[in-house]
């Protein structure tokens, strides 16, 4: 490390090991969440510690997840109290994100649900591009990829500004940076933010669209 990347004291500048702190912090965050939610109840005190941790770690906050977790903590927390209205909307929210339990205890992890388009978009396959991530619970990623191509479509091995859809698995992948997500989720999710028209579906959308659930 060069003098350069150090600040007056000596340590890491902070935007230095940016992307390792973010993902590290979203590592935690996800074991996090788990742990909150293992009793499948959130009190107050327990939101209130979720919403502190991600104004101390900016990495985290700046995220995709980051931000709709803060969101929707701060507005449940404004008033002091959580309800049992609230308290139902937040845990659904920490589920999506974290993936939730699949009921195959040989899977480490669900996907997360947060990224996805909501609502989601009518799918046409015909001359438009695919790209899959994930666990398939509807066939290997080849099948996947051969049903659009049997319609015309086209199969992107990672999302670009050309991508049409960027279909989620239901399942995790051993592959990916986090237990619920990976880095085709989020570069899909910048070329999103950014108006390239890429829509991001969940595996079932996707099957029911083409008629395969």
Known sequence: MNEKELDADGQPNEAFGWARRRDSGT????????????DERLNFDEAKFIHQWLLRNPPVLDTPYGIKLHDALECCLDDGVLTDD????LIDLLLRFTGGTPEN???ASGST???????????LVAHKAFCF???MTSGTRLICEQQVLERMG??????????GYLVIGDLGSRDWVHSNS?????KAVEYRDRGCGLCIISEGHWTASLGLG
């Open 154 to 163: 086209l199969v992107h091995k990672s999302p670009t500004l050309k991508t």
């Open 133 to 135: 991530t994930g666990t």
């Open 27 to 38: 590592d935690e965050l996800i074991g996090l969440c788990r742990g909150v939610l293992a």
């Open 105 to 107: 205890p040989s899977v």
């Open 86 to 89: 609230e308290e139902d909307r």
């Open 182 to 186: 990976g880095r085709k989720i989020e």
């Open 113 to 123: 649900r947060i990224p996805l388009c909501d609502p989601q978009p009518t799918v």
